[in-house]
C-alpha cells in the first residue's frame, strides 16, 4: 500500500495546522514572559531581582528538556487539556510548552539590543513603563523580533514533524510510518522536500516582513 | 531654577563603593545658561541626571523651581519630566519612526488632540530648520539634523528646563557652532533655563553664563564665565581654560628669551571691555623709554565682551619699566610679572 496525494496534502495541513497553532499559544505565553524577563532585569524599568530569578528558572528548566522527552513527560497534562495524547491536537500541547520558553528567550534577546539611550529619552520624557513598552521597546526591536520569530517558527516546524514520532500527525508521522517503517525511500523524500519548501518559505516571508517593519 | 544642596551619588560596584557625585552645591538661576565641564568620570552625566531623577541622589536633594523631587510619586516626577526636556549626546531617536513621529512622541504620551499635535510639530520644525524633513527617518540625516530633532523633541512640552548631556561632543566644529547658536535662541525666546554637561571648554565660552569646573564628583571652582576665564584658580580650571585660550609660548622662543645674558622681564597684560581698543602699547613705547616685544597675543569674546591677552616682554632701565607699568594700570588692565611664569 503506498501514500496518495491526499495523504500527502492531509499532513501538510496538519503539520500547518500543529506549528501554526502552537505559535499562537506560544507567542501568547512567550512574548509577555519575554517583556518580563527585559524589564526585571538589574537596572532596567521595572528591577526585580526575584521575578527576574524566578523567570530564568523555570525558562531554563523548560529549554534544557529535549523536547522527545518533554513531549513523554507532559502526557498526563496533555490529556488533561485536550482528553488524548494522541493526534494533532495532542501535539500541539507539548510544542507550546516547547516553543514558549524559546520565544520568551528570543524576545528577551531583541528587545536587549534596543539602545538604552533611547529608554533614557523615553524616561526622561515622562513616559510609564507600559507607555515604554509599547511605544519604544518594541516599536524599536520590530525588524529584530519578526526575525527572531520566524526563528521560533522554523523551530516548531522541525518540532512539530518530531511530534509525529508518537502520532501527532503532520509530515513527520508521514515520513516515519512510511518513509522509514515501511522503507518508502520516495515519501521520505518527498516529505523532505516538502519541508525544505515550508522553511524556505517562511524564513524568506521573516525577511520580508522583518524589512517591511524596520521603518513604519 | 535648580538647586543642588549637597548632592552625593555613591555606586556599588561589587564591595567596592564608587563616589560619582561627593557633596554638590550648585543654583542654576530662571533664565541662565549654565555649563558644568569636567574630564569623563568626573560626575558630569550623574549631576545632570539628577536633575530629572534618571539617578536617584544617594545623599543630599535637587530642587526644581523650590520643590524637592524625592519627595514626589513616581507619577509626579514623569509629570515633572515633562517640563524638564533633555537631549543627548547621541540623540537617542526612535529609528523606526520618521522625523515628525519623534517630535511629535511626547504629546502622543500626553494624549494631546491630533490635530494640535500636526500643528505644534511643524511648529517646532520650522523653529528648528527641518520642516522640509518631517516624513525622513533619523538614518536618513546628518548628525547637527539629528541633535535639532533631538532638540524640538525636547521642547514639545513647553518645558521651563533644558538638559544638555555632551549635546555637541558628537559633532564637528561646525556643526557644533550651529546647535550651540540654537541653544542661545532657545534660552532667548523661550527664557528656558539650560544646564549642560561638556568637556569641551569651547561650548562653556560660545553660550553659558556660569561654569562650575567639576572633578572627583566636587565642584572644584564655579562662578561666571568671565571670572573663570579671566582668572582661573585651580589647576583643572587652568588647563581647560588654557584648551581654547592658549597663552603658551613655543618652546624656541622660551630659549631664546632664556639666554643668558637676558634680563628682560615679560609681563601679561589682560584687556577686558573697552581697554582692547585702546592703543596701549604704542603709548608707552613712546611716552616711555621702554622697548616693547609682543611675544604671544590673542583676543576674545566672553559672553559678548571682548577679552584680550597679551605676553610682552619688556627692555629699558628698571624706572622707566615700572612708570610704563603704572601708567598701563591707569588704563584698566591687569598686569602682572610673569617672567616665572613662562619660565
Keep these: 500500500m503506498s501514500v496518495n496525494y491526499d495523504q500527502i496534502l492531509e499532513a501538510i495541513w496538519e503539520t500547518i495546522y500543529m506549528t501554526g497553532a502552537a505559535f499562537g499559544f506560544s507567542l501568547l505565553i512567550g512574548f509577555p514572559l519575554g517583556i518580563f524577563l527585559v524589564v526585571t532585569r538589574n537596572g532596567h524599568l521595572l528591577e526585580n531581582e526575584s521575578v527576574s530569578n524566578a523567570l530564568n528558572i523555570v525558562i531554563n528548566i523548560f529549554r534544557s528538556i529535549p523536547f522527545i522527552i518533554l513531549m513523554v513527560a507532559i502526557i498526563p497534562l496533555t490529556r488533561l487539556i485536550v482528553g488524548t495524547s494522541i493526534g494533532t491536537a495532542a501535539a500541539i500541547v507539548p510544542l507550546v510548552f516547547y516553543a514558549g520558553p524559546y520565544i520568551a528567550r528570543l524576545i528577551e534577546n531583541s528587545l536587549l539590543e534596543v539602545d538604552k539611550g533611547v529608554i533614557e529619552a523615553a524616561q526622561a520624557m515622562g513616559a510609564s513603563p507600559a507607555q515604554i513598552i509599547f511605544r519604544f521597546l518594541i516599536p524599536e526591536a520590530l525588524s529584530s523580533l519578526v526575525l527572531a520569530l520566524t526563528i521560533a517558527v522554523v523551530g516548531l516546524i522541525g518540532a512539530s514533524a518530531m511530534a509525529g514520532a508518537i502520532g501527532g500527525g503532520g509530515l513527520g508521522d508521514l515520513a516515519i510510518t512510511y518513509g522509514y517503517q515501511r522503507f518508502d525511500t520516495f515519501i521520505m523524500v518527498i516529505t523532505v522536500a516538502i519541508l525544505v519548501v515550508l522553511v524556505q518559505g517562511v524564513q524568506s516571508f521573516g525577511n520580508i516582513l522583518s524589512r517591511r517593519v524596520r521603518r513604519s | ?343
Excluded: W
Design chain 2, 1 to 343: 531654577m535648580i538647586q543642588f544642596e549637597g548632592v552625593a551619588k555613591i555606586y556599588q560596584s561589587g564591595k567596592q563603593e564608587i563616589h560619582a557625585l561627593n557633596g554638590i552645591d550648585l543654583t542654576v538661576e530662571t533664565g541662565e545658561i549654565y555649563g558644568v565641564i569636567g574630564f569623563s568620570g568626573a560626575g558630569k552625566s550623574s549631576l545632570i541626571r539628577t536633575v530629572n531623577f534618571l539617578e536617584r541622589p544617594s545623599k543630599g536633594r535637587v530642587l526644581i523651581h523650590g520643590k524637592d523631587i524625592s519627595t514626589l510619586s513616581s507619577k509626579e516626577i514623569r509629570t515633572i519630566r515633562k517640563d524638564i526636556g533633555m537631549i543627548f549626546q547621541h540623540f537617542n531617536l526612535l529609528n523606526s519612526k520618521t522625523v515628525f513621529h519623534n517630535v511629535a512622541m511626547p504629546l502622543l504620551l500626553a494624549k494631546t488632540p491630533k490635530a494640535d499635535i500636526e500643528k505644534q510639530v511643524k511648529d517646532l520644525l520650522d523653529f528648528v530648520g527641518l520642516a522640509d524633513q518631517a516624513k525622513k527617518y533619523p538614518d536618513q540625516l546628518s548628525g547637527g539634523q539629528k541633535q535639532r530633532i533631538g532638540i524640538a523633541r525636547a521642547l514639545a512640552t513647553n518645558p521651563s528646563v533644558l538638559l544638555c548631556d555632551e549635546a555637541t561632543s558628537a559633532l564637528d566644529p561646525q556643526t557644533t557652532k550651529s546647535i550651540l547658536d540654537l541653544l542661545k535662541k532657545i534660552n532667548k525666546e523661550y527664557n528656558i533655563t539650560i544646564l549642560l554637561i561638556t568637556h569641551e571648554m569651547g561650548v562653556i565660552r560660545e553660550i553659558c553664563n556660569k561654569v562650575a569646573v567639576l572633578e572627583d564628583g566636587k565642584v572644584i571652582e564655579q562662578g561666571t564665565v568671565f571670572e573663570v576665564f579671566s582668572n582661573p584658580q585651580q589647576a583643572t580650571t587652568k588647563r581647560f581654560v588654557r584648551s581654547v585660550m592658549n597663552d603658551e609660548l613655543p618652546e624656541s622662543l622660551l630659549a631664546q628669551i632664556h639666554e643668558p645674558h637676558s634680563d628682560n622681564t615679560i609681563f601679561r597684560l589682560q584687556f577686558t571691555g573697552n581697554s582692547v581698543g585702546t592703543p596701549v602699547m604704542s603709548r608707552v613705547s613712546r611716552d616711555f623709554n621702554v622697548d616693547l616685544n609682543v611675544l604671544f597675543g590673542n583676543i576674545t569674546e566672553l559672553q559678548g565682551v571682548p577679552y584680550g591677552n597679551l605676553i610682552v616682554e619688556f627692555s629699558g632701565e628698571l624706572k622707566e619699566i615700572e612708570r610704563a607699568i603704572t601708567s598701563i594700570q591707569d588704563n584698566n588692565i591687569h598686569i602682572e610679572e610673569v617672567t616665572h611664569y613662562v619660565s
